[in-house]
């Protein structure tokens, strides 16, 4: 083994002139990519650009229609996730799978498990030193019989890792790796990458975020609506390079800011607090005004935003709508007060997959395309047809599956319902998190077009430029409690942070 | 967008296969089965098969609701036995008019739906196992007020709701007009919508603002009042009320709903789909007993449909 780190490696992967299609719309058309050893590669293109499809070629989730792959030079077919790992191809998805019920070490070694004697009794204390080593490897000190449903997001993307190392992976696929973990994780996260490309280890890296591609890559391949755009050395480029290939347009002026007068005060929370997730929760929101609330993961943003909603409701304190106190014990109460929500979690509480766009997009206020009980069709698809052009939602159809739309698509009909709804008062909670940069100037400019009609937004975002840009003031939350209340145009991403830092 | 029309074609005739294939395999097995047995095609044969079955369609028709929403009811077999009971005690001639016996009966089984359904909602008990209590719960029940023995002499009124009216079956025109009732619910009434968002994703349901323990619990009620119905009907066709009727009739039921593409998991599938199982089934039990094939073979027969109609289902789906 060199010493020093090859500056260009051998080609460990090849792809070359990948064709995917799903029912008729074609996911990637003609894509090539080729992967050196000891390199971070990027993949950066918009939600729907044909990453994640590229990405579940290379892990054997899909088969392309047509094209070649070629592993150091030989041409392999790739069946299965398994003979993908057993070719050493490691894939880290964004949503991790861990059995939550299981230990550290037996999700490491899960499928591998050293066994004794022709039984294939588990030998557990091999099974804990090598859990042990490979998390080593990774600087990681964790005890190995704690169970994954303890750990925290980062460590349990840490295990992964050592999951992949412990195959021997020679190419390691991250699908938004920082989507869900703090700063000071992403340092440790870019420490272990720096660990396994100087063995020799591929990486291929897939994020939206700018600056962590500038900090980690070497090497950067655009996707754009399945085509292949090109790939460069990082040197080569910059952030409006990158942002121009990757959009086929220039977005100078992303973050309009052209809010309306501010009327009275839409929402008055005082001292709001739930055991364990946050206490003396106060603050306002005014009529026309974007509140931007900012904080790091398990701030307890989250949680005081489902509780203002009824999602999950709070133990204690006020909550009071147009000066009027109000009882919210679920969503139905929160929205006959006028109050909509875009949650966080876009799978688990937006959109119901097994139901068309048309469907999604009424279900929240069903009752604009009834007559007394019974539904409207006409006017049902009227509205969705209007909802679709509105938003500028990519669809084949109102018919089409929601969970056939990309990200940022999906996100855009979460949006058009709740907004459907008519809310005076709309919380956004990360409404960006894991769209394409096309569609992020897209909410951006709904946000603006609700302050400027004079309703009254809550902009929760782990997005600091966002939340600096949009908002009329700034909240910035820790540990439960609400920290800071800054104006953003006198403030800093650094001024926030050190608000938002643990004591 | 590049889109070959070959991929399109083949989407197109997956979709198609999809949707109809199970209609397509109805059609089919209806051509071979009339080359095999001149007898098949006949009229009387025919209703003799919507005849038989009738009973498990109006159980399956109910229990749809409940699929739609993710979750079973195992207790349809057992209500069968008790409405039966219940009508048949209220049926002795010269009693009651004959509409007592027949609410009676599915106010029994609305009952114990909606015992269920507040069970599952407020106990936050899995639907298996709640239904799973229902179905001993509302066997004993049959035997307690039965005495243990046949409910019979049965008013003439009543047995006739066993009979033909027009020529037809009335348990068949029983289970066209709760299947077209259902159908028409489903597709044009907000609550049906509701149903389909809570199976397809619960959270965002209740993020929707919608009720989902009312959704719910509206389910499982209906489909107890199906299961009185099939009871009261079960109960005139036999003359009596039998307390040990309707063992593992919801198997049949939620074979007829899984076959019709319905999915488990709840969200997706419908009464069309469901109307559909229930006739192949039908089609197949009343094949196989013309071909003589004796009724052990027509066991295996039946559970291996059950299994190879959810196979297609998959694989058609991806």
């Known amino acids: 083994m060199t010493t020093e780190k090859p500056q260009r490696g051998e080609i460990v992967l090849k792809a070359a002139n990948i064709h995917k299609a799903f029912a008729g719309v074609q996911a990637l058309a003609g894509v090539s990519l080729e992967i050196r050893s000891g ?202 390079k990158l942002i121009a290939l990757m959009v086929g347009r220039d977005l100078a002026a992303m973050m309009p800011k052209d809010h309306g007068k501010h009327g009275g005060t839409a929402l008055d929370v005082r001292r709001l607090g739930k055991t364990g997730k946050f206490r003396e929760v106060s603050f306002n929101v005014q009529c026309g005004e974007v509140l931007g609330v900012a904080g790091l993961m398990g701030a307890g943003r989250t949680e005081v935003m489902n509780a203002l909603f009824g999602l999950d409701p709070a133990d204690e304190g006020e909550i009071l709508v147009n000066n009027q106190p109000t009882h919210i014990r679920r969503p139905a109460d929160a929205m006959s007060l006028g109050i909509g929500m875009v949650t966080e979690d876009r799978k688990g509480y937006g959109i119901v997959p097994t139901m068309s766009v048309e469907h999604n997009t009424t279900l929240a206020a069903l009752d604009c395309c009834c007559v007394g009980p019974f539904l409207v069709h006409a006017r049902e698809r009227a509205v969705a047809d209007e909802n679709i052009m509105a938003f500028g939602i990519k669809t084949t159809g109102r018919q089409q599956a929601v969970n056939q739309l990309s990200g940022g698509n999906q996100q855009k009909v979460v949006i058009a319902k709740t907004l459907l709804a008519r809310p005076s008062i709309v919380i956004l909670d990360e409404p960006t998190r894991g769209i394409d940069i096309g569609a992020k100037a897209e909410v951006y400019a709904i946000i603006a077009r609700l302050a400027s009609e004079g309703k009254a937004v809550i902009l929760v975002s782990s997005e600091l430029p966002e939340i600096l840009s949009l908002s009329d003031r700034v909240l910035v939350m820790r540990q439960g409690t609400v920290a800071a209340e800054l104006d953003p145009r006198h403030t800093t991403q650094e001024e926030i942070l050190k608000h938002a830092m643990p004591i | ?247 593992a009739y919801e198997l049949d039921a939620i074979a007829a709903v899984v076959i019709g593409g319905t999915s488990l998991s709840g969200g997706v599938g419908g009464v069309g789909g469901t109307l559909l199982g229930a006739l192949l089934m039908g089609v197949i039990n009343n094949g196989l007993d013309l071909l003589n094939v004796s009724s052990y073979y027509q066991q295996i027969v039946k559970g291996a449909i059950i299994v190879g109609a959810v196979l297609l289902d998959r694989k058609n789906a991806k």
């Open chain 1, 39 to 240: 390199e971070v590669h990027a993949l950066m293109g918009e939600n729907g650009a044909g990453k994640s499809t590229l990405m579940n070629v290379l892990a054997g989730l899909y088969q392309p229609d047509a094209g070649e792959i070629q592993l150091r030079g030989e041409n392999v077919v790739i069946k299965n996730p398994h003979d993908a790992i057993c070719k050493g191809i490691a894939m880290i998805h964004q949503e991790l799978m861990p059995i939550p019920d299981m230990t550290v070490a037996e999700n490491i070694l899960l499928g591998w498990e050293p066994v004794t004697g022709r039984a294939g009794w588990i030998n557990r204390r091999a099974m804990k030193q090598e859990a042990e080593r490979l998390l080593g490897l990774l600087g990681m000190k964790l005890p190995v019989t704690r169970t994954m449903g303890e750990l925290s997001v980062a460590e349990m993307q840490t295990v992964e890792i050592a999951r992949a190392i412990g195959h021997n992976a020679g190419i390691v696929i991250m699908d938004e790796p920082t989507s869900a973990i703090s700063d000071r994780e992403v340092e440790a996260l870019f420490a272990v990458i720096r660990m396994l490309t100087q063995r020799g280890v591929a990486i291929v890296y897939i994020s939206h975020k700018m600056d962590e591609i500038f900090r980690i890559a070497d090497t950067v391949t655009v996707l754009r609506d399945g085509i292949y755009v090109g790939t460069h050395p990082i040197g080569e480029l910059n952030e409006q």
């Open chain 2, 1 to 247: 967008m590049p889109c070959p029309s070959e991929t399109t074609k083949t989407a197109f005739l997956a979709r198609i296969l999809k949707q109809y294939g199970i209609v397509i395999a109805l059609v089919l097995i209806c051509i071979a089965l009339s080359f095999f047995s001149p007898h098949f095609m006949t009229f009387g044969n025919l209703i003799t098969v919507a005849r038989q079955i009738s009973l498990n369609g109006i159980l399956a028709v109910g229990v749809t609701f409940v699929l739609l929403t993710g979750g079973v009811d195992l207790s349809l077999g057992s209500l069968v036995a008790l409405t039966g009971v219940v009508a048949a005690g209220f049926a002795h001639p010269g009693d009651y008019p004959l509409f007592v016996p027949v609410i009676a009966g599915i106010l029994a089984g609305l009952a114990c739906g909606m015992v269920n359904g507040v069970v599952i909602t407020q106990g936050k008990i899995a639907p298996f196992i709640v239904t799973l209590g229902m179905m001993t719960v509302a066997r004993g029940l049959a035997l307690v007020i039965s005495g243990g023995k046949p409910v019979s002499n049965m008013s003439p009124a009543m047995t006739r709701l066993g009979g033909d009216l027009l020529g037809l079956p009335i348990p068949v025109l029983v289970l066209c007009g709760t299947a077209a009732v259902s159908w028409l619910f489903l597709k044009n009434v907000r609550l049906g919508r509701y149903i389909y968002a809570v199976g397809g994703n619960e959270n965002a349901a209740r993020a929707a603002g919608i009720n989902v323990n009312a959704v719910k619990l509206f389910a499982y009620t209906i489909c107890g009042a199906m299961a009185g119905l099939a009871g009261v009907i079960l109960a005139a066709r036999i003359t009596t009320g039998q307390p040990n009727a309707g063992i």
